[in-house]
């Protein structure tokens, strides 16, 4: 049963590497568990990795600049199409049981019950933006665009740990949006139209995610970072990592807390969305700008457009074109004086919705109509002071380290290089920490163990709340960093942790290759 690798490259213009070869085992076990649930043999693979991001943090849906790497764990989707309008989900991991579901045969698009979560629910999000995108890019030519999609039979084997932070569940969409398409005869898509398709993908279970993850899990590059643009448009710019002596390295600690975001969003996920823009909305009226309203959160702005706006409008300069790195800290350092300025100290501890609403000379009803409906949440007061210096200072140490980068050289002395990029990731922990509230006690453990043991800099990683840590390491020092991770936090939290859990809890991952296709014959 042996599986074609390298990929064949089907789908024009997405990576098409070899699959890491250690991943063999895993299509094996996918391959086994598609012939017993299915007595036939899958027609293709699919797959697309997790992400671990570097810095950046709740500021992709903010349209500001992220600092990802994907990773080498993944989703594998082993596929095959089906005579009959059903889709049958199996999972090598018998925690997510085998789901089963019909197509609409009239050819209209799937709907969610967002009430009953189950992990079926992620491929129906993916075979919701499929199904449009395939409607609106060859629909008039097929049925009258009343061709439905066909029946679909799949195995999953995912290795990305679930609510760890490490988007797992943008892997496992983009991995069926790319199978939906392949199934369903589309013989190629962009990077770029896969990205734009799939960035809305979990908007459809209710959670108002930016587009990092599912940018990052597509434009993986093996050995490079990510630059994820955007503004002025939605772009992943993969880059050489500065090879330092001694060699640099991310350690990503799953805290094996998780992070639920379905349970958790309106209090914290979709609060940050819902702040975020209020916040951009206030400034927005101090100073009369005419802002794209272009949110999660309907009808309002984002804090990139309002500091844009800002300098175009009142300052009369152009438009920054996120390349300018120097340009990009002083106008981040200027939003962060005027956010000084647009609170009073006693709106500085945070609004209630009665506080909020005069703010905004609304009615508490109007205002709640307004702000609060659309994406149901839950608070005791709007922080709106603390997220607004938490987006521009974080914003603004993705540019510090995208300068550090460009300043090194290999001459430097590679221990000032590593100094400054981790005060800068230390930084943006004190700002999750201070000002997002989006870390935990177990988070700020761990960036405090690493760091003690010779890690340059630690912090929270993805939405937060639970799951994981990165931390900027040496290789010289890891072994040193991992034994004390593993004497003072796992085994102090997990007395009876097995070495196989620590194992894939304490993860050092090279930066992988993004999403492919892999025939199979
Ligand atoms: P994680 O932690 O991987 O679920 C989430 C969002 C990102 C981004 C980060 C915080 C999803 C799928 N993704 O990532 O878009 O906002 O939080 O920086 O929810
Ligand atoms: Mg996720």
């Known amino acids: 049963m042996a599986i074609m690798v390298p990929v064949v490259p089907t789908f024009q213009d997405l990576s098409f590497y070899s699959d890491p070869t250690g991943n063999q085992p895993r299509y094996e076990s996918a391959l086994r568990l598609f012939e017993k649930s299915f007595h036939e043999k899958p027609a293709f693979f699919s797959r697309s990795p997790g992400r671990v991001n570097i810095v950046g943090e709740h500021i992709d849906y903010n349209y500001f600049s992220v600092l990802p790497m994907a990773l080498e764990v ?39 019950n967002k009430e009953h979560h189950s992990w ?108 994820i643009q955007f503004r002025p448009k939605l772009i992943g710019i993969p880059f050489q990592i500065p090879s330092t002596n001694p060699k640099m390295v991310f350690l990503v600690t799953n805290t094996l807390f ?44 984002t804090l990139r457009g309002v500091m844009d706006a800002y300098f175009e409008q009142i300052l009369r300069q152009p438009a920054w074109d996120g390349n300018d790195l120097k340009i990009g800290i002083g106008r981040m350092k200027e939003m962060l004086n005027l956010a000084e300025e647009l609170f009073t100290s006693e709106e500085k501890k945070g609004f209630t919705t009665v506080q909020v609403a005069k703010r905004f000379g609304m009615s508490v009803g109007a205002f709640t109509k307004t702000f609060l409906t659309q ?28 300068q ?29 920490e201070l000002y997002n509230n989006s870390s935990s006690p177990e988070l700020k453990e761990v960036c405090a163990i690493s760091t003690a043991y010779g890690a340059y800099g630690a912090r929270t990683t993805g939405a937060g ?8 390491c040496t290789v010289d020092k890891l072994p040193e960093i991992v034994a004390a991770l593993t004497e003072q936090y796992y085994k102090k939290h997990f007395p009876r942790i097995t070495q196989k859990e620590l194992d894939s809890a304490i993860v050092v991952s090279k930066p ?10």
């Open 258 to 301: 998780q992070a639920n975001k379905h349970e958790t969003a309106p209090k914290n996920y979709n609060l940050r969305v819902v702040e975020m823009a209020i916040a951009s909305e206030l400034f927005a009226k101090k100073y009369s700008l005419n802002t794209p309203k272009d949110s999660n959160l309907k009808g309002a702005g």
């Open 512 to 521: 992988g290759i993004g999403t492919c296709v892999v025939e199979y014959n």
């Open 404 to 432: 550090l980068f460009r300043e090194h050289q290999p001459t430097d002395p590679s221990i000032a290089f590593l100094t400054e990029f981790g005060k800068i990731l230390n930084e943006s922990q004190v700002s999750n």
């Open 120 to 227: 079926g629910n992620y491929f129906r999000c993916a075979l919701i933006v499929a199904h449009h995108f395939i409607k609106e890019k060859y629909g008039n030519l097929i049925d009258n665009g009343k061709k439905p999609l066909k029946g679909l039979r799949l195995t999953f084997d995912g290795n990305v740990p679930t609510g760890g932070g490490l988007s797992s569940s943008a892997a496992f969409c983009v991995a069926s949006i790319v199978t939906i398409l392949k199934a369903n005869g589309i013989k190629s898509i962009s990077k770029d139209d896969l990205t734009h398709i799939s960035v809305v993908s979990e908007h459809y279970v209710g959670v108002n995610t930016g587009g990092m993850d599912q940018c990052a899990s597509i434009y993986g590059e093996p050995n490079k970072l990510l630059l």
């Open 465 to 472: 709340w639970g799951g994981s840590a990165v931390h900027l």
């Open 375 to 402: 994406i149901p949440v839950r608070f005791e007061v709007l922080k709106l002071y603390q997220r607004t210096v938490h987006v521009y200072s974080d914003a603004m140490r993705v540019l510090e380290v995208l």
């Open 74 to 112: 993944d989703v594998i989707i082993a596929a095959a199409t089906a005579t009959d309008n059903k889709v049958i989900l199996t999972n090598t991991d018998p925690k997510f049981q085998q789901e089963e579901f019909e197509l609409p045969i009239d050819g209209s698009v799937i709907t969610i």
